[in-house]
């Protein structure tokens, strides 16, 4: 049964035609673990515990767009009133290493690129187009309303040597190839997105008749995202120093 439902859904995507347009909203959910890693981390330093309450209110206020139009997406955090209305830096800088910069995607060029700014220094990185493994054979999960299948790929991690497990629940409902952080081509959209810290899960989906977006340019003079991450970590080891 579970088969017949992944085929169905997976006809209906490559049947009709697709929602050229729109915006998803997405919030932010930590992943158990890592809660449990703030929990053990306060009962070893109680001094911790102010960071924590910070994490856990920012969590609550932090929102995520996905502006899409024709075969080109923009992922991007969206400017918090919470922050400016507390004008806290170490609300803002929580916020800061949640998301790592703006990920621009074009389908058409399996393109895709995150621009980020670290100690001062804007970077445009190449980011490796996913390899995706769809777990058929997994449970099914409703994500507003909509119908998600599993499915799994991985990325490097920011040590730039290990590799992390990324999951996405997408739904072939929505005919649209694009997902969170730069996460694209499953036969649908991803409504929810489980990386190793927190999860990145669609709370509102608005599509619209006009494109939301300018054309994209993408930023001139990337880097890979191996360069990037060897040149960043070796810019941290200095500074431990």
């Known amino acids: 049964m579970k088969w017949f439902n992944l085929f169905f859904c997976l006809y209906c995507f490559f049947s009709f035609s697709q929602n050229e347009t729109g915006v998803i909203t997405y919030r932010l959910e ?3 673990d890592y809660k449990m890693h703030l929990d053990n981390e ?3 330093k109680p001094q911790f515990g102010f960071i924590k309450k ?4 920012v969590s609550n206020e932090i929102r995520f767009e996905l502006t ?12 918090s009133l919470f922050i400016e209305k507390n004008n806290m830096h170490m609300y803002d800088a929580v916020l800061k290493s949640l998301n790592r910069g703006d990920y621009y995607t074009t389908l058409g060029t399996k393109k895709i ?8 220094k804007k970077y445009s990185i190449d980011i490796p187009w996913p390899e995706w493994t769809i777990k058929s054979e997994s ?19 920011t040590d ?3 590799e992390n497990k990324i999951i996405a629940w997408f ?8 997902g969170p952080n730069g996460y694209a081509r499953l036969p649908g959209l991803i409504l929810k997105l489980e990386l190793s810290q927190y999860t990145l899960v669609a709370e509102k989906i608005s599509f619209t008749k006009k494109c939301g977006l300018n054309k994209i340019s993408i930023p001139k003079g990337t880097i890979s995202y191996k360069e990037f991450l060897d040149e960043v970590n070796e810019i941290n080891r200095k500074m431990r120093k």
């Open 42 to 44: 306060v009962k070893k």
């Open 68 to 79: 899409f139009c024709e075969d080109q997406s923009l992922f991007k955090q969206v400017e």
């Open 30 to 32: 930590y992943s158990n």
């Open 139 to 157: 449970k099914q999960e409703k994500i507003l309303n909509y119908n998600c299948f599993e499915a799994e790929t991985r990325r490097l991690g």
């Open 113 to 120: 690129v995150m621009v980020e700014e670290v100690f001062g």
């Open 160 to 162: 730039g040597k290990s």
């Open 171 to 178: 739904s072939p409902e929505i005919n649209i190839s694009f």
């Open 54 to 57: 910070i994490i856990d209110e």
